[in-house]
């Protein structure tokens, strides 16, 4: 790919930066204004001096964009935001900033009827951020040169039309490219000091969660996706995030506390249950999400039956942990509970393995999708009536009595440093330890002998059993492994929700845990590494909690989503660097043409 570093908009360089600058500023400006004279759209925007809902976006936004413009002067205290230098990140956080600003001015007409509704601080916003972009434009970028873009792709056109005028704008009109530049040296910093700039970038990645998950209506968490999406973009193009990440090589202990630490303080920073379970629930679905990456990720075994070892889990718990419902008069301790489902998980995973992972491709696939209907038709069936009584059929087991860990029972308030916690934080935080319990698994797992077995599985079966790789072993392995820890993640359920029933676990429905949203999950986030797996359950699972008011077409949108996704990123959000370079051709340097007097090579000299 040929490259080069011009601007779309050819204007003086220092121009187009104080330009820049001062429209970023003005966007944040608007913020402080009245967008419209109502109060009826969400958030009410009709007051000046007090930023509220959607005009916190442009706010962040629009500084953002000027902090990442002013770092290019080389101003002391904001170089550190832009350690690779090049321009695109500014491009992209003004981008960002005028989708949030143009996204609130639809809302606002839609909503309230019209555009009449808009007061001048919500035109200044459009305007300003656009003239934002405008100054972006005039900067120097990493660009494709003409002669290098051959014939347009019109495959778009067929995959996804809403995609395709955004791709050819991006790679055709602008034609923005990706320049390898490698960061300079890092200033050395006293250990204490990147501890803390490590602290502190978790701080805000939970304050920046805590926002996603505590907005109140759609159209606030719409644009919060947006920005986010345009700001992550953006400090990845900066290699801010490159930098971070080194430090948090460096300083794995603390990164690992760091992070962990802000999750258990997810709970301190509500005031009510509300939001809570919803956290909860993303836990559960991220943990069975990162053991569904052990078979897809690592193995790369296609299981489209996996949530059924999730309700294997749940049900088995139910069953021994007291419930007036269960024909199974028992009622085991937490420990004893957690065992017996993901030991029941563990053996149906075997079962259901040791017959059919012989199978390849599609016809595996097929039978682990006939296993997960199995396992909810046999869970229907087993109600007394066509089969013995033990899962109350459709009824499923209600009244799970809430968990007693040590004497502390998770289903009563409780007082923590002046704060309460709800059931729900109880919950949350029990299934963060089982998430860091599963996160410590993998990372050994994949990492040892066995794991690196499992790559070699999934890259090419024949040649690794030519090596000597018993395949077979180590597949069925990897499917008792996942089916524990999907068991495990089932037992908390079980009591979260109170009620275990069959439907709750399907191939596909419109709101997660079901198979075909944890595949995706794996897939979106990134197969094979621990943290993309969290990030796709996450963004699954809070998505169609949010956006309840495309619940009509929502799997019309995740379908669409997938598409685009699988086109621009097919790797996934989070991906190592084996599969970056398996689905991306590697970006090489244009070689420099020989010069005209150049010495010219003689039989002896050759």
């Given amino acids: 790919m040929t490259t080069e570093i011009t601007p779309v908009i050819p204007v003086p360089e220092r121009a187009a930066r104080v330009f820049t600058v001062l429209a970023a500023v003005a966007t944040a400006g608007t913020a402080l204004t009245a967008w419209t004279w109502t109060a009826d759209f969400p958030g009410d925007l009709t007051f000046y001096g007090s930023p509220a809902g959607l005009q916190w976006l442009t706010l962040i936004g629009g500084l953002i964009t000027a902090v990442l413009t002013l770092a290019r002067y080389g101003i002391p205290g904001l170089r550190w935001t832009s350690p690779a230098g090049g321009n695109n990140g500014i491009l992209l956080a003004a981008l960002g900033t005028a989708a949030v600003s143009w996204f609130a001015i639809i809302a606002i007409a839609v909503d309230l009827g019209g555009l009449a509704n808009l007061e001048p601080g919500g035109w200044l916003a459009g305007l300003t951020s656009l003239l934002a972009v405008t ?24 995959a996804a039309g809403i995609g395709y005028p955004v791709h050819h704008l991006i790679t055709r009109t602008l034609r923005l490219a990706k320049i390898e530049r490698k960061l300079p040296p890092a200033r050395e910093l006293p250990s204490w000091v990147e501890v803390l700039l490590i602290i502190a970038a978790f701080a805000i990645g939970l304050f920046a969660i805590t926002f ?43 990164a690992t506390g ?6 258990a303080a997810f709970p301190f ?35 489209l039956g996996y949530v059924a070892f999730l309700g294997v889990g749940a049900y088995a718990a139910a069953l021994v942990s007291g419930s007036p419902a269960s024909p199974i008069h028992v009622a085991f301790p937490f420990w004893a509970a957690a065992l017996t489902g993901a030991a029941a998980a563990m053996v149906f995973g075997v079962l259901i393995g040791a017959p059919t992972l012989r199978l390849r491709g599609d016809y595996l696939a097929i039978v682990t999708l006939g296993f997960g ?43 923590v440093g002046g ?60 499917f008792a492994l996942g089916a524990c820890l999907a068991g495990l993640a089932g037992t908390v359920q079980a009591h979260v929700s109170y009620t275990v029933t069959p439907d709750q676990y399907t191939f596909a429905e419109a709101l997660p845990p079901n198979s075909a949203f944890l595949l995706a999950a794996v897939i979106l986030g990134g197969m094979g590494t621990i943290s993309g797996p969290l990030v796709g359950a996450t963004l699954l699972f809070l998505i169609p909690k949010k956006l309840e008011f495309l619940s009509n077409y929502q799997l019309l949108a995740f379908g669409v989503a997938l598409i685009i996704l699988m086109r621009i990123r097919p790797e996934g959000l989070i991906a190592n660097r084996r599969n970056q370079l398996e689905f991306h051709e590697p970006v090489i340097p244009a070689q420099s043409a020989p010069e005209d007097d150049a010495v010219p090579l003689t039989k002896a000299g050759a």
């Fill in 419 to 478: 704060i309460e916690l709800g059931r729900f934080s109880n919950y949350y935080l029990l299934m963060l330890i089982i998430t860091a319990v599963v996160v410590l698994v993998f990372a050994r797992v994949g990492n040892s002998r066995i794991g690196r077995a499992w790559v070699a599985i999934r890259e090419d079966e024949t040649a690794a059993e030519a090596m000597g790789i018993n395949g077979f072993r180590l597949k069925l392995l990897a």
């Fill in 258 to 263: 760091a992070a962990f630490s802000a999750a």
């Fill in 212 to 254: 996603g998950i505590d907005t109140e209506y759609g159209e606030l968490f719409t644009g919060y996706l947006i920005l986010t999406g345009f700001t992550v973009a953006a400090l990845a193009k900066t290699g801010l995030l490159q930098r971070l990440r080194a430090l948090t090589v460096k300083h794995r202990p603390v």
């Fill in 135 to 158: 100054g972006a434009l005039g900067l120097p970028l990493d660009r494709r040169t003409a002669d290098s873009l051959g014939k347009p792709d019109y495959r778009w056109l067929l």
């Fill in 269 to 303: 920073t509500q005031t009510s249950d509300q939001y809570t379970s919803v956290a909860a629930n993303i836990l559960i679905f991220a943990t069975v999400a990162l053991g569904l990456n052990i078979v897809v990720g690592l193995a790369g075994l296609l299981d």
């Fill in 373 to 415: 209907e199995i396992f909810r038709i046999t869970m229907n069936n087993l109600n007394g009536t066509t089969g013995p009584n033990v899962t109350n059929g459709s009824n499923g087991i209600p009244r799970i009595p809430d968990l007693q860990i040590l004497g502390f029972d998770l289903g009563k308030k409780h007082l």
